[in-house]
Structures are given as C-alpha cells and as structure tokens.
C-alpha cells in the first residue's frame, strides 16, 4: 500500500529569492537525499509527487508504505536545495490521499 507525505516548504533559505521551487527539482532532491543516506537501494525508492503548489511551496508525495521511514528521514536530511541551504520537515502521513488548502493558483498533478 501506499503513504501520502506532506513535507513542509523549504525553511531557513539563506536566499529565499534565488530559488524556484519545482517538482522536478524537489522530487530529484529527495531522491538524492535517499542515494546520500541510505545508498542505491535508497535511491531506488519511488517517490511520485500528487499535488504541487510552487506559489504555498507546498507538495504531497506518494510513496511505498515500506519505504516511509526512509522517506521521512530523507527529507530531514536534506540541507540544501539548488545550492541554497535550507531545511525540510514532514508535517502529515498518512495512508489517505492528503491535501492542502486549495488557493486559485493551479496545481501541477503527477502520477
């Protein structure tokens, strides 16, 4: 079965202005994190992002419910983004589809 995470946006960006939150980005960042810490198995982990919000730079991740401690570790880890440093912090898991408030800006769905 599956796990839906929701990570918390970048926090403590050292320059908050020169970085553009993406899916591709962020999806790969984990991933790295995932190789760093828990070597080529780690990386092999699937991480499917669901729902992104670059303007709340907030997303929700489904991943292998065997795999969500990696996951969640993997993201606390993560010390810097597009060169930036920064943290990350999962907020929720959860075995149901998560979400978070809806603006009028468009999400981007990948599955």
């Known amino acids: 079965t599956n796990t839906y995470v929701l990570p918390s946006p970048p926090r403590k960006l050292s320059d908050p202005e020169s970085v553009t939150l993406t899916p591709v980005f962020l999806c790969g960042c984990i991933l790295n994190s995932l190789t760093s810490v828990?070597?080529?198995?780690?990386?092999q982990t699937s991480v499917k992002i669901v729902k992104f919000s670059a303007e709340q730079q907030r997303s929700v991740f489904r991943v292998p419910e065997d795999f969500l401690d990696r996951?969640?570790?993997a993201i606390s880890l993560i010390g810097y983004y597009?060169?930036?440093p920064c943290h990350f912090q999962v907020l929720s898991t959860s075995?149901?589809?998560l979400d978070f408030e809806d603006t009028e800006e468009e999400f981007l769905a990948f599955i």
């Open 38 to 43: 828990f070597g080529e198995i780690g990386g």
């Open 71 to 73: 996951v969640r570790i």
């Open 82 to 84: 597009q060169e930036v």
């Open 95 to 97: 075995p149901k589809r």
